[in-house]
């Protein structure tokens, strides 16, 4: 079965139990490593949760949840490993739903190409236009990015 089906059946089976128990899917990715498949599903708290962080607890209620449905289902040929955890504290930023949660957060951003010179450009996300993503720099210069030109973005962890 493809990758993309696969995430696909792992966010439906999710979607409702999700929702009802405060959480929500932030990812999920369907890898070989070697020899062997991993099945990494990321969950978080919902939105309205925000300020609450996802516990090992729930990560392990969530895994149960999913493993059983999978188990009856069995819609995944290989063996593989299921994994589920929260997407860390320096998540990556991986679609405009996360782009738009995230702001005002401080953000890495690492672009394809340099603009004016930099390849990373670390600041303060101000929103998400019309798929650009802009950017408030250290020294209060506002970047304007289109979202095909950045590699990755991501939460930075700020002490």
Not at 128 to 143: A, F, K, S
Request: aromatic share 10%.
């Amino acid at each position: 079965m493809a990758k993309q089906k696969i995430k696909d059946i792992v966010a439906q089976e999710l979607e409702s139990f999700l929702a009802e128990n405060g959480y929500e899917l932030y990812n999920v990715e369907f890898v070989k490593e070697g020899k062997d498949w991993f099945l990494r599903v990321y969950a978080d708290m919902a939105q309205d949760r925000q300020e609450e962080f996802i516990s090992t607890d729930d990560c392990e209620k969530i895994s149960r949840f999913l493993s059983e449905r999978l188990d009856a289902m069995d819609p995944i040929q290989q063996n593989y490993y299921l994994e589920v955890s929260s997407p860390g504290m320096d998540r990556e930023l991986l679609t405009e739903a996360h782009y738009l949660r995230f702001t005002g957060r401080t953000v890495e951003v690492k672009l394809y190409q340099p603009v004016c010179g930099r390849k990373q450009i670390d600041g303060v996300l101000e929103g998400l236009t019309d798929g650009t993503v802009i950017i408030t720099d250290e020294n209060n210069q506002r970047w304007e990015l289109p979202l095909d030109q950045i590699a990755k973005t991501k939460l930075a962890v700020v002490f």
